[in-house]
T-cell receptor, first 118, second 114 residues
Framework: NAGVTQTPKFRVLKTGQSMTLLCAQD?????MYWYRQDPGMGLRLIHY???????AKGEVPDGYNVSRLKKQNFLLGLESAAPSQTSVYFC?????????????????FGPGTRLLVL | AQSVTQLDSHVSVSEGTPVLLRCNYS??????LFWYVQHPNKGLQLLLK??????LVKGINGFEAEFKKSETSFHLTKPSAHMSDAAEYFC????????????FGSGTKLNVKP
């Protein structure tokens, strides 16, 4: 299994340009997530998906859009990049919470995408 | 509501000495708690997790953490640090049935001196 993969690994954009980050997982996980990581702030949730065709906003969704057309893929789009979106972006996936206990399952993370917006 | 506080942004230890990384959490419900490790320029890897079974949780690479409800803590420990342990560590909390809400601490960078 490749686990969680992300493309591209690194990208430089000019302000106002658009791009799409791709996340793919081969573990048949229902849930997928996009986070951004900034120094001293841990990871913050941008958007997430509980299944194919469904998405929801996380903590910092502004300026981003997502789509989950296939179970294994979760795309993060920046329509008009801004310098404030310079960050490292991580995708993660997990199974749904465990049965009747409701406890969260482990998240599996991709290697990250470094984005620099000039 | 859930939140997590990592009490130290940087910890420095000598190789072979114990490691203690502190984490306090706030949760309205029975929490799920995780510790992840991130090596430079890498993704996050699960070290261990607590989901209401044994309060002392053993993880990979000799790490363990103890869930203390009365202190709302989930500190990460290791008896003897190794150079390869140098990394950033994140404590994460999520509430029971709180679908898809994982709250990350701000991270603790562990430096291991030879």
């Amino acid at each position: 299994n490749a686990g969680v993969t992300q493309t591209p690994k690194f990208r430089v954009l000019k302000t106002g340009q658009s791009m799409t980050l791709l996340c793919a997982q081969d573990m048949n996980h229902e849930y997928m997530y996009w986070y951004r990581q900034d120094p001293g702030m841990g990871l913050r949730l941008i958007h997430y998906s509980v299944g194919e065709g469904t998405t929801a906003k996380g903590e910092v969704p502004d300026g981003y859009n997502v789509s989950r057309l296939k179970k294994q893929n979760f795309l993060l789009g920046l329509e008009s990049a801004a310098p404030s979106q310079t960050s490292v972006y991580f995708c993660a996936s997990s199974y749904s919470p465990s049965g009747t206990s409701g406890h969260q399952e482990t998240q599996y993370f991709g290697p990250g995408t470094r984005l620099l917006v000039l | 509501a859930q939140s997590v506080t990592q009490l130290d942004s940087h910890v420095s230890v000598s190789e072979g000495t114990p490691v203690l990384l502190r984490c306090n959490y706030s949760s309205s419900y029975s929490p799920s708690l995780f510790w992840y490790v991130q090596h430079p320029n890498k993704g996050l890897q699960l070290l261990l997790k607590y989901t209401s079974a044994a309060t002392l949780v053993k993880g990979i690479n000799g790490f363990e953490a103890e869930f203390k409800k009365s202190e709302t803590s989930f500190h990460l420990t290791k008896p003897s640090a190794h150079m390869s342990d140098a990394a950033e560590y994140f404590c994460v909390v999520s509430g029971k049935y709180n679908f898809n809400k994982f709250y990350f601490g701000s991270g603790t960078k562990l430096n291991v001196k030879p």
